[in-house]
């Protein structure tokens, strides 16, 4: 049985293609802003296929949002499962990691910014 675009496993494979597409975009853009265009003045005027430092820099952070925007729904599709997983035999690991997970996302937008 095929599985349309609208379906639910249509859906599901559609944004994970999207999910892994999106990823491989963030760790090549993520590599070429660290590794191809320095920042300062020694990526100045640099470009990779056409687009400089802050371009690169634009699209990252769009796709990421939008990747962010993905991963929400993908979580709540499966949602019933999540919550099946954390009140199974294995749910102290299953709640330290959404701890972990939300310390990692917070702790940047939470932490004091300070000056050099």
């Known amino acids: 049985m095929s599985a349309t675009l609208f379906s639910r496993s249509g859906l599901l494979k559609?944004?994970?293609v999207l999910l892994f597409m999106g990823s491989a975009f963030m760790l090549g853009t993520?590599?070429?802003l660290e590794l191809r265009l320095p920042r300062g003045r020694q990526g100045h005027g640099l470009e990779v296929l056409g687009l400089g430092r802050h371009d690169w820099g634009e699209l990252h952070w769009w796709v990421g949002l939008f990747l962010g925007a993905l991963v929400i729904v993908h979580l709540a599709m499966h949602w019933k499962w999540i919550q099946r997983a954390l009140?199974?035999?294995k749910q102290k690991i299953g709640l330290i990691g959404i701890a972990a997970g939300?310390?990692?996302f917070l702790l940047p937008l939470l932490a004091?910014?300070?000056?050099r």
């Open 14 to 16: 559609t944004i994970n």
């Open 30 to 32: 993520g590599f070429a």
């Open 87 to 89: 009140l199974g035999a």
């Open 102 to 104: 939300l310390v990692i």
């Open 112 to 115: 004091p910014v300070t000056g």
